[in-house]
């Protein structure tokens, strides 16, 4: 199978200045900063959950144990 000419190099530059030439440099340069900024949101609630998680998990574990209750 030929490779891709996603994976050569002087690909992307060929496409990044075709777009510089088109004007839509600054436009690609905005999408891909959203899509980053995008992907860092999702890591944090990622992140966040995964903390909500463990804390859930460890309060039904305490629970289960008895080692935590409700009431006297």
């Known amino acids: ?3 891709m000419p996603e994976k050569d190099p002087s690909f992307w530059m060929l ?3 075709a ?3 088109n004007g839509l440099a600054m436009m ?3 999408v891909l900063k ?3 900024q995008r992907a860092e ?3 944090a609630t990622a992140d966040q959950r ?3 998680g463990v804390t859930c998990e460890r309060a039904y574990d305490g629970i289960a144990k008895g080692s935590i209750s409700f009431g006297p």
Do not use: I, Q
Request: proline residues 5%.
């Open 19 to 21: 777009l510089r030439d």
């Open 28 to 30: 690609l340069a905005d």
């Open 50 to 52: 995964g903390a909500r």
């Open 1 to 3: 199978m030929p490779d």
């Open 41 to 43: 949101d999702l890591a």
């Open 15 to 17: 496409v990044l200045t």
């Open 34 to 36: 959203r899509a980053d």
